[in-house]
């Protein structure tokens, strides 16, 4: 038996030593940590649903989902806040989305000054940084008084679409890298230009993180009020598409904020909170399945 042999057969012999008490001690400190932080965090979670739910849903009604608010007879309706909200999200997505992805593809595929590059994504970054209030401040300077938008929804849609660009624009990236460079290669040796190899190889294998960018990018202009409260305006009045963009109106998280801080109606702010959070999970839910769905099909 060479040495080399012996060494082995010592080692794999070799029984292991107990560990000391100080050590079963500092992995069982850190193991109850790790549990006790996850269980906080899924309670919390749990908690603010249960209560939001519990308190909202026995407020929401088909008369609450399909009317407009009156003063009249003091009905309550918030058909025109979710009419304006669907209308905000339309116009930001319309306008985020090519800026985003395009923005991605040119830092991705063609980019070559890589200070260029530097500069840009600490840009974006700086942006994603920025508390939202001081984007509605902007927004409302610039869009509605500077452009002369006055107070609107396209005001507001704009100044989401500024909010949003990071996201999008981070979320596009990082799934354009995960296209393996074989792909654009081969693409190339067929004799296939620039444009072609990103439209019909890059962009397809990429899709399912693209969309999931967007999706989560909704769920991000349902839930902003801030920015809004200066740009987007407080007005419960239905109006139709082009109409509505450029006259003043409330989203749904706008109008909570509205019924409950500046008119104490708490049951109809619970039911629009319920609506939201039903919103946010349905979101949720759907990037889920939507990457898993084109994930399985690009296998």
């Not at 399909?66 to 979710?82: F, K, Q, R, V, W």
């Not at 209308?87 to 980019?111: D, F, Q, R």
């Not at 839930?223 to 109409?243: R, W």
Request: charged share 15%.
């Amino acid at each position: 038996m060479t040495a080399a042999d012996e060494k082995n057969t010592k080692g794999a012999g070799a029984i292991k030593k107990p560990l000391s008490f100080k050590r079963k001690a500092y992995i069982t400190t850190l193991s109850t940590l790790m549990w006790l932080c996850s269980i906080i965090t899924c309670g919390l979670v749990v908690f603010i649903l249960a209560y939001v739910l519990i308190k909202g849903i026995p407020n929401i009604s088909w008369n609450f989902l399909s009317t407009a608010p009156s003063y009249m007879t003091e009905n309550i309706g918030i058909l025109p806040d979710i009419l304006n909200t669907v209308y905000i999200v339309l116009a930001s997505l319309v306008i985020v989305l090519p800026l985003g992805v395009g923005a991605a593809v040119y830092l991705t595929e063609y980019a070559t000054n890589k200070k260029l590059s530097g500069i840009i994504e600490y840009a974006a970054e700086t942006l994603s940084g920025i508390p939202s209030i001081i984007y509605g401040l902007v927004g409302m300077l610039f869009f509605c008084q500077f452009m002369g938008l006055q107070t609107s929804l396209l005001a507001g849609a704009l100044t989401l679409v500024i909010m949003n660009l990071p996201t999008i624009m981070r979320t596009a990236q990082e799934s354009l890298k995960t296209v393996p460079q074989s792909y654009r290669e081969g693409a190339f040796g067929l004799g296939a230009g620039k444009w072609r190899v990103i439209r019909t190889v890059v962009l397809p294998n990429c899709i399912d993180g693209i969309i999931t960018g967007c999706i989560l990018a909704t769920g991000r202009i349902l839930g902003e009020s801030a920015a809004l409260l200066f740009t987007a305006g407080f007005a419960h009045v239905v109006n139709g598409v082009i109409k509505g963009l450029q006259s003043a109106g409330a989203t749904l998280t706008v109008a909570l904020y509205v019924y409950a801080k500046e008119q104490g109606e708490f049951e109809v702010a619970f039911g629009i909170a319920a609506i939201l959070v039903a919103l946010t999970l349905i979101l949720n839910v759907a990037a889920r399945l939507v990457g898993a769905y084109f994930k399985k099909k690009r296998a």
